[in-house]
C-alpha cells in the first residue's frame, strides 16, 4: 500500500477514491474516524487518507485524479428553454434552471 493523498475533507477523500476505483486503481480510505479528533492532533495526522494497494499505480493515479478535476471541454450548448448560452461542464442553465438536454 501507498499513501497518496491526504485530503482536507472525508467528502473529499471518499470522491477521490471513488474515482480511482472506477478507473481499476485499487483504492482504500484510511483515518475517516479520526476528524471528530481533529483538534486534539496534529492535521497531517488525522486527515482523511487516500491510499493506492499498487505504489507502481501512482503516476496514473495522479493522472487520474487531474483529469477527474479538469474535465476536458465540450462544445457550448444552448438552453432549450430561454436561449442562453452555457459553457459545457455546466449541466443546467444558470438563468432558467432548465437541465441540459442529451
Ligand atoms: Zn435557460
Known sequence: ????????SLVHAAHCSN???AAGIEAELRNTWLAGAAGDIPFQESSPQVWIADAAN????WAILNAAANPAPGPRW???HCDEWHEAQFAACWHCGTMKEG
Not at 58 to 61: D, G, K, V
Open 78 to 80: 444552448r438552453c432549450a
Open 58 to 61: 501512482e503516476t496514473e493515479a
Open 19 to 21: 474515482v480511482l476505483r
Open 1 to 8: 500500500m501507498k499513501l497518496l493523498l491526504r485530503a482536507s
